[in-house]
């Protein structure tokens, strides 16, 4: 018997190592499937676009927006004309039927959208990506 517990005590090591081992292969095979899915994603749509949306109470909101490839976005508003009327958002974004962007403010959930129209310019939207149109549609699209 008591040459049985040291036998067991080995079994069991070897057992638990070799579990790590096998742990640490899936481990890795997910990494690289991870790190090959997102090596396909393009973001051509990434970098700093201005320009001034319309607004009903100002003269405009003079718009700066950085989108950056680590699915972060930096947001600056300048409200023309209104004292205090300077915003600067932070926040992450999902990409969405790969040419809708969904800009997500995390201190209140709210979400803004704009569509790549080019690669050098993207549009603001509703949720569905539909733009707007008539004669202000072309105050809508910033441009890089």
């Not at 081992?21 to 997910?30: E, G, M, Y």
């Amino acid at each position: 018997m008591k040459k049985l517990i040291p036998v067991l005590g080995l079994a069991l090591m070897m057992a638990a190592c070799g579990g790590k081992k096998a742990q640490t292969a899936a481990s890795a095979d997910s990494t690289k499937v991870a790190i090959n899915d997102s090596a396909v994603v393009d973001t051509s749509y990434c970098g700093t676009y201005r320009g001034t949306l319309p607004a009903a109470d100002c003269e405009g909101i003079k718009t700066v927006l950085t989108i950056s490839s680590d699915s972060t976005y930096n947001l600056s508003s300048d409200y023309i004309g209104k004292k205090d009327g300077q915003f600067v958002t932070s926040g992450v974004y999902h990409l969405k039927s790969g040419k809708l962007i969904e800009l997500v403010t995390p201190s209140s959930g709210e979400k803004t959208y704009y569509k790549v129209k080019d690669a050098k310019s993207i549009i603001m939207t509703d949720s569905l990506g539909t733009e707007p149109e008539g004669e202000t549609a072309k105050f809508y699209v910033l441009t890089k």
